[in-house]
């Protein structure tokens, strides 16, 4: 049975920091690429990060710059360490991985942004 589980979301004010986990059992993030999603109120959810196999990432725009994705192979665990944080950042994070087309989804973790 595959599970993916976040931690480290929490509530900090403008300009802080958080670092969220994503640990997996029953699937290796060895061979897959490792996303992180978020989703805020009324809003639909999008994709803010990738991290590849080979631990190569891509960022959506509004997180260039402030947002590192990373993975440890060697624990199966990924990262998405988050800095500058602003208002806008505030969702529930989701890590995602994808195998045999199959889409597998963590239980999701809020993060929230306010002064």
């Known amino acids: 049975q595959v599970k993916l589980e976040e931690s480290g979301g929490g509530s900090v004010q403008p300009g802080g920091s958080l670092r969220l986990s994503c640990a997996a059992s029953?699937?290796?993030?060895?061979?897959?690429?490792v996303n992180w999603f978020r989703q805020a109120p009324g809003k639909e959810r999008e994709l803010v990060a990738s991290n590849t196999n080979l631990n190569n990432s891509n960022y959506t725009d509004s997180v260039k710059g402030r947002f590192t994705a990373s993975r440890d192979n060697a624990k199966n665990t990924a990262a998405l360490q988050m800095n500058s944080l602003m208002p806008e950042d505030t969702a529930v994070y989701y890590c995602h991985v994808r195998q045999w087309g199959i889409n597998y989804w963590g239980q999701g973790t809020q993060v929230t942004v306010s002064s």
């Open positions: 029953g699937i290796s993030f060895t061979i897959n690429t």
